[in-house]
Nanobody, 127 residues
Framework: VQLQASGGGLVQAGGSLRLSCAASGRTHGTSALGWFRQAPGKEREFVGF????????YYTDSVKGRFTISRDNAKNTVYLQMNSLKPEDTAVYYCAATNRYYKLTNYYMSATYYDYWGQGTLVTVSS
């Protein structure tokens, strides 16, 4: 599975951006696609994930109510809609995919359980 993330850029606080993650290759076995981010000098952190089949998604507390993950299976693309952006959302955003199925969401919150990663796209939120 190859992942291509795009859509990053510079936006003012309070603004919106939509990131895309296009998947190609052997995607039929994908069980979930997650978004992670890494701010300068910080560890990579979980943002949210969506199951490939079905619509269930889960978000870290800091983005709940502001970020939404959606999926277009026909295009093999997952989106991260980011609204009400804050300077602390500034980071490189990565999408990741996994073929492993877990009933519990906790596993999908850890980068350890993802097998494929995109190259990252930079989001900068100015104050």
């Amino acid at each position: 599975v190859q992942l291509q993330a795009s859509g990053g850029g510079l936006v003012q606080a309070g603004g919106s951006l939509r990131l895309s993650c296009a998947a190609s290759g052997r995607t039929h076995g994908t069980s979930a696609l997650g978004w992670f981010r890494q701010a300068p000098g910080k560890e990579r952190e979980f943002v949210g994930f969506i199951r490939w089949n079905g619509n269930s998604s889960y978000y870290t507390d800091s983005v709940k109510g502001r970020f939404t993950i959606s999926r277009d299976n026909a295009k093999n693309t997952v989106y991260l809609q980011m609204n009400s952006l804050k300077p602390e959302d500034t980071a490189v955003y990565y999408c990741a995919a996994t073929n492993r199925y877990y009933k519990l969401t906790n596993y999908y919150m850890s980068a350890t359980y993802y097998d494929y990663w995109g190259q990252g796209t930079l989001v900068t939120v100015s104050s």
